[in-house]
Each structure stands twice: as C-alpha cells, then as structure tokens.
C-alpha cells in the first residue's frame, strides 16, 4: 500500500510555543489530507478535512485559529498547534486520499504524539 | 450522518481460540467499511475493508469480516489468534469523512 510518513513521532514543548507537526505522501499524490485527534484509550476524532490548494474545513469544536493547518502541495500537509497548552496533549494522525474526497483508500501517517508541559 | 458501534470495549481471549470482534453502523447512504488495528504508539493499518462485491472480505494477518446489511453489521473475526494479535481494533465507516468506532481492545492470554 501507500506511504505516508509523520514527523514527528514524538514531541514535548512549553506551554505557549508553537508545534509543527508534517505529514508526507512517499509514494502517491494525496489530493485530500485528514487530520484525527486521539486521545488516550479513546478513538479518533476527524478534526479537519484539507484539499490540495484549498483551505481546510473543520469540524465542529475544532478551533481552526489554534489548528492550522496548510495543504500547500499534493504530497505535503502540516498540521500547526499554535500556542499549545497542556490540554493539547493528544496523539495526531493524518491520512491522506488519492482522489479528492475519496474516503474508500486512505492511508494513515505512523501518528505524532505531542505533550504540552 | 454515519456513526459506528463497537459493542465490546474489551476482549479478552486465550491463545489459538477463536474471535469476533462486534461492529455496527448506521447510515443512510451506501458506505465503505473497515477495520483497522492499531499497536501501542503507533498509526492506524488497515486489515481489511468492504467497498462492493462479496460480503464476505479476507484481510492481512489471517482476519475476515462478514458485510450484513440486513443487520448493518461487519463483524471482525478470526479463526486462531496469536499473542502478537494484541492490540486495540477499529471499526471505520466512510461517507464524507471516515468515522470510527470506539475500539475494542483484544488482549490474547497465553
């Protein structure tokens, strides 16, 4: 199947800072990119829902202010936490689609796990 | 609007037995379905997933699921685990976007 690579895997900032987290398509063109929420023993949470060269839409109590997210390249997206606090804390996973909107092949990043002190 | 179930939030199960592993939806379109496993701090790989064709679908590592639409169920099952089956199971749903179940988490005793 396709790759898609997260970096970082792991990442521990100060409360107020920024965190950039990538998410890369290695081997396929993901015209649509979606970002998840997981929190500790829960499931995903869709936050966001990004095409290539558009700007993304949010779920409902996502707040797109504090969740950036840019799609700039059909290969890349990046999910910016800005002004993390410690209730940010959670585990990120992306996963990108082939053909636009398409939820029927999704392949998913390894997933970033970010801690806010 | 989809929206999964996962009946069981916890399976517990010794070596070699057989698993079912429960999941249903709701939805009032046609839908893709999935399931997913998940290792501790790690992303998502996917077993298996229906899109059309024959109900019955055969994934990675020895699982299968059964589409019943009657039912609107995609049960998860397997034949024979083995302790490297340990790990937390998804059930995923697609329309818009993909939704997910809660998880069950299988933990295999020796």
């Known amino acids: 199947g396709a790759v898609v690579s997260q970096h970082p895997s792991w990442v521990i900032c100060k409360s107020g800072t920024s965190v950039k987290i990538e998410c890369r398509s290695l081997?396929?063109?993901?015209?649509?990119m979606f970002w998840y929420r997981q929190f500790p023993k829960q499931s995903l949470m869709l936050m966001a829902t990004s095409n290539e060269g558009s700007k993304a839409t949010y779920e409902q109590g996502v707040e797109k202010d504090k969740f950036l997210i840019n799609h700039a390249s059909l290969t890349l997206s990046t999910l910016t936490v800005t002004s993390a606090h410690p209730e940010d804390s959670s585990f990120y996973i992306c996963s990108g689609a082939i053909a636009r909107g398409d939820t029927g092949e999704l392949f998913f990043g390894e997933g970033s796990r970010l801690t806010v002190l | 609007a989809q929206s999964v179930t996962q009946l069981d939030s916890q399976v517990p199960v010794f070596e070699e037995a057989p698993v079912e592993l429960r999941c249903n939806y709701s939805?009032?379109?046609?839908?893709?379905l999935f399931w997913y496993v998940q290792y501790p701090n790690q992303g998502l790989q996917l077993l298996l997933k229906y899109l059309s064709g024959s109900t019955l679908v055969k994934g990675i590592n020895g699982f299968e699921a059964e589409f019943n639409k009657s039912q609107t169920s995609f049960h998860l099952r397997k034949p024979s685990v083995h302790i490297s089956d340990t790990a937390e199971y998804f059930c995923?749903?697609?329309?818009?976007?993909?939704?997910f179940g809660k998880g069950t988490r299988l933990s295999v005793i020796a």
């Open positions: 995923a749903v697609s329309g818009v976007s993909l939704v």
């Open positions: 081997d396929f063109q993901a015209t649509t």
């Open positions: 939805s009032s379109v046609s839908v893709y």
